[in-house]
């Protein structure tokens, strides 16, 4: 194991225990995890991930862990106490239907019973219904009951409106959406012996209240999309060039929220497909040692509940909520690149910010410096230093500018400490306010 590995996995360890010390939620300063992450569970199971999450009516949490070892549908409430489990089952999705049953979405893989199924269990774990899934490489991913009671189930490649007698009403393919008249065609992707193959990677199929379904689609490392698709096969909306779906979810007044973990972010789109609003987490993520992110449900307050697997093996659930920290910028809001908590500092995007205050910023190749001018100030700083160089004099800006994937943030004080901007902070709503003298 390398340094860095081991240094991961000392964090991971760190980590678990700092949250299940209740130190991440409803913290106001800090970082981005302490202030976003409002709720987590671990079940301490290593080698099993959660699957896909439901919040259920009473705001207890159904999910599935799905692993080579310990697969288990479990119910928990939000103190973490189990009040409904079975056991020995590994499923991608469980749903709690109106009866009080569930439906799960059966793997197969690994052990009983050896072929994929949706299974519908009463309250004390018996079956009641199955539809056994005929081919395994379809990939059963997930399953719900619609509102006149048939079944609609999402595989790799295909959704299926099933009767509960076992008939396919409608099925939705890579090849074709509904009637052979129909020429709307999901993506493609690939290539089998030179031939282009049609290959999709659903992720979920979920009923509407006007009757569509709403597919999501992650793709295939490019390529994901979400469908609004009629009973009939008949596209009717379409919101492309996602980087990882993992779920979306119809709002209130027409609106369409997507969760893409490809983007760290929640995308609110408007009933015209126009992005409303962007919910980024990519924070967050950043400061825990995340391996994967899983199986993921919205809420309808754009707080979404999420399975993780950090490095050192241990999955988790978190509840993130939407309190990303906002910039208000001589007296307007700040819609570029968001900024973010760390450290109990505010940090923002150095060239966005420095370009929309008019400030010139150019790298000094011989001292290795960031020189940033503005009317009579000149200022030095550097990545890895807390100190820079106004006009000659030496300032504590606070913090280090830091790298974050392709862009450096700077500490917001900078703006305050060395230009002499105007720099306020509303805990409550998480705004800094900087405004020119």
């Given amino acids: 194991m390398s340094f860095w590995d081991r240094l991961k996995w000392i964090w991971g360890i760190a980590a678990l225990v700092i949250m299940g010390t209740g130190i991440f939620p409803n913290a106001v300063l800090g970082s981005e995890a302490q202030a976003r992450i409002d709720w987590q569970y671990r079940d301490g199971v290593s080698g099993a991930h959660p699957g896909q999450v439901q919040v259920l009516p009473n705001n207890n949490i159904l999910f599935v862990l799905n692993g080579y070892q310990e697969g288990k549908v479990l119910e928990i409430n939000r103190d973490g106490k189990v009040e409904w489990r079975l056991e020995g089952i590994n499923a991608n999705s469980a749903v709690r239907l109106n009866n009080g049953n569930t439906l799960i979405?059966?793997?197969?893989t690994p052990g009983k019973p050896g072929y994929q199924r949706v299974v519908e269990v009463?309250?004390?774990g018996k079956q009641v219904w199955e539809y056994r899934i005929p081919a395994a490489a379809q990939g059963i991913r997930h399953s719900e009951e619609t509102g006149d009671g048939k079944i609609l189930i999402t595989t790799r490649?295909?959704?299926?409106?099933?009767?509960?007698?076992?008939?396919?009403?409608?099925?939705?393919?890579?090849?074709k959406l509904g009637?052979?008249?129909q020429v709307t065609k999901?993506?493609?992707y690939g290539s089998i012996n030179g031939d282009t193959a049609k290959v999709t990677n659903l992720v979920s199929a979920t009923e509407l209240p006007t009757g569509n379904i709403l597919i999501v689609d992650q793709g295939v490392r490019t390529g994901g999309r979400v469908l609004e698709v009629s009973r009939s096969g008949q596209l009717v909306q379409e919101w492309k060039d996602l980087?990882?779906?993992?779920?979306?979810?119809?709002?209130?007044?027409?609106?369409?929220?997507?969760?893409?973990?490809?983007?760290?972010?929640?995308?609110?789109?408007d009933k015209s497909g126009r992005v409303e609003d962007v919910i980024s987490y990519r924070q967050v993520i950043t400061e825990l040692p995340v391996l994967n992110q899983w199986g993921v449900t919205i809420t309808t307050d754009n707080h979404f509940v999420m399975g993780l697997s950090y490095t050192n093996g241990q999955s988790l659930l978190v509840e993130i909520n939407d309190k990303v920290p906002k910039l208000i910028v001589d007296g307007k809001e700040f819609t570029g690149t968001a900024p973010f908590m760390a450290e109990g500092r505010m940090f923002g995007p150095m060239r966005e910010l420095f370009n929309s205050f008019g400030i010139?910023?150019?790298?000094?190749?011989?001292?290795?410096e960031m020189v940033a001018v503005y009317e009579n100030t000149t200022v030095k700083f550097k990545n890895g230093s807390s100190i820079a160089e106004v006009n000659g004099r030496q300032v504590d800006i606070g913090a280090e500018p830091r790298m974050v994937g392709n862009l450096t943030y700077v500490p917001l004080r900078i703006f305050?400490?060395?230009?002499?901007?105007?720099?306020?902070?509303?805990?409550?709503?998480?705004?800094?306010?900087?405004?020119?003298?």
């Fill in 243 to 269: 980087s990882r779906p993992k779920a979306a979810m119809r709002q209130e007044g027409g609106r369409t929220a997507i969760l893409d973990t490809g983007a760290y972010a929640l995308l609110i789109y």
């Fill in 186 to 188: 999901l993506p493609t």
């Fill in 105 to 108: 979405s059966e793997t197969a």
């Fill in 360 to 368: 010139n910023l150019h790298w000094d190749n011989g001292s290795n």
């Fill in 416 to 437: 305050n400490q060395c230009f002499g901007f105007k720099l306020e902070w509303d805990g409550k709503t998480r705004t800094t306010i900087i405004e020119r003298p």
């Fill in 157 to 175: 490649n295909k959704v299926l409106l099933v009767n509960r007698a076992g008939q396919i009403e409608l099925e939705l393919n890579a090849d």
């Fill in 122 to 124: 009463n309250p004390e």
């Fill in 179 to 181: 009637s052979s008249n």
